[in-house]
């Protein structure tokens, strides 16, 4: 089992509220993600961070943002939710070690908003 | 364009049963190929990891195999479980990018009835 915890589970809110989902991960690794997943679809890259203070966006484009202060934590905050934003929001490390390095995924939140 | 596609996309079969998943891609240049279960309401969970170089990875009663210049792999299931139920994802990178540029399919949905 791998050692990343993403909270809340499960998130219902209104829309225009400011949430921020958290993740976590005591494996001590450089590289963390967040990606976004609907029902029956691919997972796709929204951030991503490849250390302290370094935070990128990935291939989906995003109203979210992310900050990465410490090594173990990679929150990610909307500042003001919409419908459009309910999906599942999925969070993974990595630790960097060539092309067999392993990505461990958090169980995810599923965020509604209404 | 790059893309991983998989098939079917959703499967039934019997408890003790045998299954094979399929996964074809056009991802190019081509680095690793990786099979993830994912259960639902949770995070995907690796299965198996396989290079160019490997044609064939085993993990339990899961056996991936891969064909890299067919750009085909498959996932075999042997003597399915109840708990075999979930999504397999079938994960491609490309060599030289970072790990964040991964392609992923939609998955294949697997019920195994008792």
């Known amino acids: 089992e791998a050692d990343i915890y993403q909270t809340p589970r499960y998130l219902v809110i209104g829309t225009g509220k400011k949430i921020t989902l958290e993740c976590s991960q005591t494996m001590g690794h450089d590289k963390m993600y967040w990606y976004q997943q609907d029902p029956g679809m691919e997972l796709h890259l929204i951030h991503y961070?490849?250390?302290?203070?370094?935070?990128e966006k990935g291939d989906l484009s995003s109203e979210s943002t992310v900050s990465r202060i410490r090594t173990e934590h990679f929150p990610l905050t909307l500042e003001s939710a919409r419908p459009s934003h309910t999906s599942q929001y999925l969070c993974?490390?990595?630790?960097?070690?060539?092309?067999?390095?392993?990505?461990?995924f958090g169980s995810g939140t599923q965020l509604s908003v209404l | 364009k790059n893309q991983v596609e998989q098939s079917p996309q959703s499967l039934i079969i019997l408890e003790g049963k045998n299954c094979t998943l399929q996964?074809?891609?056009?991802?190019?240049?081509?680095?690793?190929l990786r099979w993830y279960k994912q259960d639902t309401g949770r995070g995907p969970v690796s299965l198996t990891i396989m290079t160019f170089s490997e044609n064939t990875k085993s993990n339990g009663r899961y056996t991936a195999t891969l064909d890299a210049d067919t750009k085909q792999s498959s996932l075999h299931i042997t003597a399915s479980q109840l708990s075999d139920s979930a999504s397999y994802i079938c994960v491609v990178s490309d060599r030289g990018s970072t790990l964040g540029r991964l392609y992923f399919g939609r998955g294949t949905q697997l019920t195994v009835w008792p």
């Open positions: 993974a490390s990595t630790q960097p070690g060539g092309t067999n390095e392993k990505l461990f």
């Open positions: 961070s490849y250390g302290v203070n370094s935070t």
């Open positions: 996964c074809n891609y056009t991802v190019s240049p081509f680095s690793n």
